[in-house]
T-cell receptor
Framework: GAGVSQSPSNKVTEKGKDVELRCDPI?????LYWYRQSLGQGLEFLIY????????KSGLPSDRFSAERTGGSVSTLTIQRTQQEDSAVYLC????????????FGPGTRLTVL | AQKVTQAQTEISVVEKEDVTLDCVYE???????LFWYKQPPSGELVFLIR??????QNEISGRYSWNFQKSTSSFNFTITASQVVDSAVYFC?????????FGTGTRLQVFP
């Protein structure tokens, strides 16, 4: 079946603008995760959703970052007032359930903040 | 503290050579899960294997094999008879509650 999809694949924005990144998880997967991959920080966890439970936001680097998941499926990661240090690849993953289940990753969105 | 260390930043081999990628982890949990992912130049992280802490049997899948040793907190990955298509960055990861903690990755370059 279809894997995790993300859009856009590339996004270039100016410093101070807001951006929205979208993730469509694998159908039937109840858990959804956002990670960020940057040269300086490697792969780091941002936020995770499990069903209708409150999300784990412990990895969000600042209050400019937020995410929502509508109807237990599609998720949007929003970055407000983007800064150059936000430039990175944003990866979304989903798993059938939380915890030990394997996380399957999408192709990522490359964000460049000028 | 939960931590994954991949000490090898980059490895270069010639096709058909065997290569081992090292992974050392730290955790206080008695039950934990370890993963390996491959990131080819296209950028997408591809799942390779998941191993739980109660299963120390080595696993072989084609040219790939994994050696899990709790005594040394290591979960090493060996590619036998490497091929150019194996060129990628390989990440080892440890599950911490519901999120993955990744190592810094090992870039493998296989030359023809």
């Amino acid at each position: 079946g279809a894997g995790v999809s993300q859009s856009p694949s590339n996004k270039v924005t100016e410093k101070g603008k807001d951006v929205e990144l979208r993730c469509d998880p694998i159908s039937g997967h109840t858990a959804l995760y956002w990670y960020r991959q940057s040269l300086g920080q490697g792969l780091e966890f941002l936020i995770y959703f499990q069903g209708n439970s409150a999300p784990d936001k412990s990895g969000l680097p600042s209050d400019r970052f937020s995410a929502e998941r509508t109807g237990g499926s599609v998720s949007t990661l929003t970055i407000q007032r983007t800064q150059q240090e936000d430039s990175a690849v944003y990866l979304c993953a989903s798993s059938f359930r939380r915890g030990a289940d394997t996380q399957y990753f999408g192709p990522g969105t490359r964000l460049t903040v000028l | 503290a939960q931590k994954v260390t991949q000490a090898q930043t980059e490895i270069s081999v010639v096709e058909k050579e065997d290569v081992t990628l090292d992974c050392v982890y730290e955790t206080r949990d008695t039950t934990y899960y370890l993963f390996w992912y491959k990131q080819p130049p296209s950028g997408e992280l591809v799942f390779l294997i998941r191993r739980n802490s109660f299963d120390e049997q080595n696993e072989i899948s084609g040219r790939y094999s994994w050696n899990f040793q709790k005594s040394t907190s290591s979960f090493n990955f060996t590619i036998t008879a490497s091929q150019v298509v194996d060129s990628a960055v390989y990440f080892c990861a440890l599950r911490n509650t519901d999120k993955l903690i990744f190592g810094t990755g090992t870039r493998l370059q296989v030359f023809p």
